[in-house]
């Protein structure tokens, strides 16, 4: 149980410090990505739930809630992460029998 825990936190971390790399201006790659926005529109699309539910909670489609956007973009990371570390050691197990 604790690995499945420690694999959703680092998919979070992991997605944190992607997020920043693909929207901050201040990103080593920000100069890069202004004349290659497929990485950014790819992020945008696997982060679309949180976009989406941030502009119903803000009411507004064209300004979402950052509350709702963060909690939900952790939640989903968070997930992500305990799927893939379960299939993960499923699949190690199932092929490292002894």
């Known amino acids: 149980m604790r690995v499945?825990?420690?694999?959703?936190?680092?998919?979070?971390?992991?997605?944190?410090?992607?997020?920043w790399l693909l929207t901050n201006d201040l990103?080593?790659?920000?100069?890069?990505?202004?004349?290659?926005?497929q990485l950014q529109n790819l992020w945008g699309m696997l982060n679309l739930p949180s976009y989406i539910l941030g502009a119903i909670a803000a009411g507004n489609p064209h300004n979402n809630n950052k509350f709702v956007f963060w909690t939900v973009f952790l939640i989903q990371w968070f997930v992500s992460g305990i799927i893939f570390t379960a299939v993960f050691r499923t699949t190690f197990r199932r092929f490292n029998t002894v």
């Open 27 to 37: 990103s080593p790659l920000n100069d890069y990505l202004l004349w290659h926005p």
């Open 4 to 19: 499945l825990f420690l694999g959703g936190v680092f998919a979070v971390l992991l997605a944190v410090s992607f997020s």
